[in-house]
């Protein structure tokens, strides 16, 4: 499989390229008041509005840095009704993927129960590399208010 590698500070995070939609430059966004601090804002992207969530915020309590490679991470979310929407995720240092096997992939030795996001390990000439679960990273508070709308409308 394909692995998106980035940063989140100094520790190296990577991805499954399946579930990305598209890597846009960092941008511009729109702040949107009394949202948690791990929510970027929104952008539109193709006619959606797209919600960016800062994953140095969410996991370190501090922004992303503002540099060359940092990037927005198009992903697909899915909901508890099967329905699925398009996300952001802000990622410092965006600059690289890796080829892997399921067999390259190694347990932590730990679950952590407030970071269900967090899964396999993968080991290279620099160090380890946490695998991201991209149907766990946001909070289930913010999972319910994007899909709200088609839990209404169900």
């Not at 430059?25 to 960016?52: C, D, M, Q, W």
């Not at 067999?103 to 380890?128: E, H, W």
């Amino acid at each position: 499989m394909l692995m998106l590698v980035f940063q989140l500070g100094k520790d190296r995070y990577a991805l499954e390229t399946s579930h990305v939609v598209e890597i846009v430059p960092s941008l511009v966004l729109r702040k949107l008041p009394h949202a948690p601090e791990y929510v970027a804002g929104i952008f539109n992207y193709r006619g959606t509005i797209v919600p960016v969530i800062d994953l140095c915020q969410l996991t370190q309590d501090r922004p992303c840095e503002d540099c060359l490679s940092t990037r927005i991470l198009l992903v697909q979310v899915r909901g508890d009704h099967g329905c699925s929407r398009c996300v952001g995720l802000r990622a410092e240092r965006v600059t690289e993927t890796l080829k892997v096997s399921e067999s390259d992939l190694v347990s932590p030795g730990i679950a952590v129960a407030d970071a269900p996001y967090l899964g396999k390990l993968i080991n290279d000439a620099q160090g380890m590399i946490q695998c991201i679960r991209v149907e766990h990273i946001l909070p289930r508070k913010l999972t319910d208010s994007l899909f709200q709308e088609a839990m209404e409308q169900a």
